[in-house]
């Protein structure tokens, strides 16, 4: 029986060949040193976000995957942060590292995600957190409540849109305008070069000024600023793949909701799925992994939070989630 990996939340489906292609030439010159600076990435980096930005390579820095950008700005600025649970861990572990004032802030209202930030925490926070869909919820945060905190808050206000590519929704077009905000965006889950880890930030050039006065020189390979260079050109391509990816997670959530289970919206490549307790939920994770199913429980360290009832999926093949789906039914 073969093994199904749904458990880290990458992008399960193969890179285009063309990509490879490319990427295979790259392997040849691996003993060359990456530009430190990464000028071609920037370049194709602000092309790929657009004209409209007005976005320049001043206004990015990359980091060896988005767990360092956060490491980054939370050295930056958060002596005292403000983390939204449950939500990815990094946030909260960055602060830990950094032995800094925490305050995490509970959003799950009758076991559903509901974004609100008290504006009195906001006056005293130097670091506020959002995950714009969030992880591992899959909740979008509509846009008139990220104005509402950047416009609250006296610190910075990290937007983490590392899942952009499946939504299409940001506040990218605010960076110029809102000195507080920065905006985070990952190769990882969306181009499929997690294992090469590359991330960016995107702010004011003031801001990505004091984040490069703590950042390693060449802190990004090689291989991850040529890969990030790559992928940006084939956007057509992946356009297909996250349409799929998005396709295959509802028509799971779908068949796990006829189980009478409960599912978060699926606006990324992940399903999380509610087991109403935890003695079900850590039930089923058995079954999962004896079935050589790999998934993200709730109680793991990949989220900060109480989600004990649930399990987070990462979307694979059609065939991959039909069989989950089998197991499941059993």
């Not at 939504?167 to 507080?180: A, H, I, Q, R, S």
């Not at 260079?229 to 006829?258: D, M, N, P």
């Not at 109480?306 to 991959?320: M, Q, S, V």
């Amino acid at each position: 029986m073969k093994e199904i990996d749904l458990e880290i939340a990458d992008l399960k489906f193969p890179l285009p060949s063309s990509v490879l292609k490319e990427l295979r030439k790259e392997v040849l010159r691996i003993n060359y040193y990456p530009s430190g600076n990464y000028p071609e990435l920037k370049k194709a980096f602000c092309d790929y976000m657009g004209p409209k930005t007005a976005l320049g390579p001043e206004n990015v820095v990359f980091g060896n995957g988005l767990d360092e950008i956060i490491d980054l700005i939370t050295r930056v600025w958060g002596d005292f942060t403000l983390i939204p649970v449950p939500t990815f861990s990094q946030y909260f572990q960055a602060a830990c590292r950094s032995n800094q004032k925490i305050i995490k802030v509970n959003m799950m209202r009758k076991g559903s995600y509901v974004f609100n930030y008290d504006k009195s925490l906001l006056k005293k926070a130097s670091l506020v957190w959002i995950c714009n869909p969030n992880n591992p919820t899959g909740d979008l945060i509509p846009r008139e409540k990220i104005e509402e905190v950047i416009d609250s808050s006296v610190g910075m206000v990290a937007v983490d849109e590392c899942y952009f590519e499946y939504t299409g929704k940001t506040v990218l077009d605010l960076v110029n305008e809102c000195k507080n905000l920065i905006v985070l965006r990952s190769f990882s889950k969306n181009f499929g070069i997690a294992g090469l880890r590359l991330g960016a930030a995107i702010s004011s050039p003031e801001n990505i000024k004091k984040i490069e006065r703590i950042r390693q020189p060449f802190n990004v390979n090689r291989m991850a600023e040529k890969a990030g260079t790559i992928v940006l050109k084939h956007k057509k391509e992946f356009k297909k793949i996250w349409a799929e990816v998005l396709r295959i997670g509802r028509k799971f959530s779908a068949g796990v909701e006829k189980m009478g289970y409960r599912t978060f919206d699926v606006n990324a490549n992940f399903v999380l799925v509610d087991f109403s307790s935890e003695s079900k939920a850590r039930e089923i994770f058995e079954k999962l992994s004896k079935n050589r199913i790999k998934a993200c429980p709730g109680w793991s360290d990949e989220f900060e939070g109480e989600l004990d009832n649930c399990i987070r999926f990462a979307i694979g093949g059609e065939k991959d989630m039909e069989r989950v789906l089998d197991v499941l039914r059993h």
